[in-house]
């Protein structure tokens, strides 16, 4: 119907899902030079954001977040601080170079997790954080007793699709997006 309309797909978004009650999540140990802790509140905001433009300046909805985006967030009934993963270079405690914001569907039955948002900063990208990330957060997400994770992933964002498949999610639905031909 796409091709005799003259249309052609212009995005997959994925969404990709686990299972982590019947499957052992690898054990997480951040190396040496990375420091991981929760959130902290507004203080934490500007290299959040900082982090998070970074590594999304590509994004149609994720990119371009300002203070009052995440205001939003911290307002809406999911938020949790302890789901805020940062993980910061113990030689520059004030740097973020990633961040896993993990999130909890309390109303879907049973409840899910969500690997809402992971976010590494272009210059410390190569070390390992996306994954190290979503493993503290997977983990975090097993502990507060949920059976299963969820997240959302662009088709074509290669690292994110080999780093979650990698950890054993695959897709659960796939939303394309279609545009004329030019």
Request: charged fraction near 25%.
């Amino acid at each position: 119907v796409a091709a005799r309309l003259g249309l052609s797909a212009v995005r997959e978004l994925w969404q990709m899902r686990r299972d982590i009650a019947n499957t052992e999540l690898p054990s997480v140990q951040a190396p040496a030079d990375i420091v991981v802790r929760t959130y902290r509140g507004p203080a934490d905001d500007a290299e959040l954001l900082r982090v998070n433009n970074a590594a999304f300046d590509w994004h149609p909805e994720q990119g371009g977040w300002t203070e009052h985006d995440l205001e939003l967030r911290r307002a809406e009934p999911w938020f949790d601080p302890d789901g805020l993963f940062l993980a910061f270079d113990s030689a520059n405690p004030e740097r973020l170079l990633g961040f896993h914001w993990t999130k909890v569907h309390e109303t879907e039955n049973p409840p899910v997790g969500e690997v809402y948002v992971v976010g590494v900063d272009p210059g410390a990208q190569g070390r390992g954080l996306g994954k190290l990330l979503t493993l503290i957060g997977l983990r975090y997400l097993h502990a507060r007793g949920l059976t299963e994770v969820l997240l959302y992933t662009e088709a074509d964002n290669t690292a994110a699709v080999r780093t979650y498949q990698g950890l054993g999610f695959a897709p659960a639905h796939i939303d394309t997006a279609y545009a004329a031909r030019r």
